[in-house]
Nanobody, 122 residues
Framework: QVQLVESGGGSVQAGGSLQLSCVAS??????MGWFRQAPGKEREGVAA????????IYADSVKGRFTISRDDAKNTVSLQMNSLKPDDTAMYYC?????????????????WGQGTQVTVSS
């Protein structure tokens, strides 16, 4: 069993930055990801990381602006979000899975946090 707790959401103006953090308890995972869901839209993958090697993947919409990283000592995965746009406004969720490949498919993740809201104003 894995429990995930996110923090770091908030409100920011366009062009600003925020950092989200996710603390994981348990050991039954080797991939972690960040997802987001805006009202009326499907949940979409933003970034994912393989915790053993720190290999990463990103959605095209956030490449060059967002960075996912992990701190093994703290069992934490972070998402640094720069150059934020109003389209980035959503509830952001941390997720974890035990698997064999990096993926941004939400259905492949077994464990989910409660979410943290990010609002970007123009």
């Amino acid at each position: 069993q894995v429990q995930l707790v996110e923090s770091g959401g908030g409100s920011v103006q366009a062009g600003g930055s925020l950092q989200l953090s996710c603390v994981a308890s348990g050991t039954a995972y080797n991939y972690m990801g960040w997802f987001r869901q805006a009202p009326g839209k499907e949940r979409e993958g933003v970034a994912a990381i393989y915790t053993h090697t720190a290999s990463t993947i990103y959605a095209d919409s956030v490449k060059g602006r967002f960075t996912i990283s992990r701190d093994d000592a703290k069992n934490t995965v972070s998402l640094q979000m720069n150059s934020l746009k109003p389209d980035d406004t959503a509830m952001y969720y941390c997720a974890a899975r035990l698997g064999t490949s990096l993926t941004l498919e939400a259905g492949r993740y077994n464990y989910w946090g409660q979410g943290t809201q990010v609002t970007v104003s123009s």
